[in-house]
Structures are given as structure tokens and as C-alpha cells.
């Protein structure tokens, strides 16, 4: 069983950074791929990136994949996301996922362990 607590998000003026993170709890992750998704109020779940927990290859999505980076510290057993010159467009809610096969790595019915969320607002 491995269990996902995110955290960092909040309300931010469009330009602005945000980190989330994501702490990782559990048996077994470290052979996992873990990734980021969001959802937007609306809209459909929207991956964003995704990574292997034990050599941190990363699979980046289409979306703000030139502003967001997806990386991982290993010894703090936390994913976390960077997100720079955040736009309104970025206003989501957004959830870290882990599972140990994810293929593929983009779709949400490939991950079995989903985090409860942060919720991520970008003021205009």
C-alpha cells in the first residue's frame, strides 16, 4: 500500500511560481512511476508529467511542459512539481498518482494510488 499527501498550493498571481509536493508513504514505491496530474472545474483530469521513482526518468506531457518540471528527492521520499509563469489556465486542482506499471504513463485509469489534491489558483 502506498500512500500520496500533497501539498504547496494556493492562490498565486498570474507570473508567479508555485512548488508542490507530493510525500510519498509505504511499501514498494521505489520501483513506481509516479506523475502529476490536474483538473480543472469542467474539465476532464489533464496529465501533466510523469517519473520512475528509482532513476527519475522523466515522461513529460503536452501540457506546460516549458514551465513545469516534474522531479524527486529520494532521501525526503517526495515528488514534487516546479511550476513557473503560471497563467489563469493553470487554476486546478492538482494530484500526484503512483502505480507500479502505468502504461501508459498518461492515462489516469493506469494508476492505482491517487494523493486527495492541492488546489492551485492563478489570479489574473
Known amino acids: 500500500q502506498v500512500r500520496l499527501v500533497e501539498s504547496g498550493g494556493g492562490l498565486v498571481q498570474a507570473g508567479g511560481s508555485l512548488r508542490l509536493s507530493c510525500a510519498v508513504s509505504?511499501?514498494?514505491?521505489?520501483?513506481?512511476?509516479m506523475a502529476w496530474f490536474r483538473q480543472a472545474p469542467g474539465k476532464e483530469r489533464e496529465f501533466i508529467a510523469a517519473?520512475?521513482?528509482?532513476?527519475?526518468?522523466?515522461y513529460p506531457g503536452d501540457s506546460a511542459k516549458d514551465r513545469f518540471v516534474i522531479f524527486r528527492d529520494s532521501a525526503a521520499n517526495t515528488m514534487y512539481l516546479q511550476m513557473d509563469n503560471l497563467i489563469p489556465e493553470d487554476t486546478a486542482l492538482y494530484y500526484c498518482?503512483?502505480?507500479?506499471?502505468?502504461?501508459?504513463?498518461?492515462?489516469?485509469?493506469?494508476?492505482?494510488?491517487w494523493g486527495q489534491g492541492t488546489r492551485v489558483t492563478v489570479s489574473s
Open positions: 498518482a503512483a502505480d507500479p506499471v502505468a502504461i501508459p504513463k498518461s492515462r489516469t485509469e493506469s494508476y492505482n494510488y
Open positions: 509505504g511499501r514498494g514505491f521505489s520501483r513506481y512511476i
Open positions: 517519473i520512475t521513482w528509482i532513476d527519475s526518468i522523466v
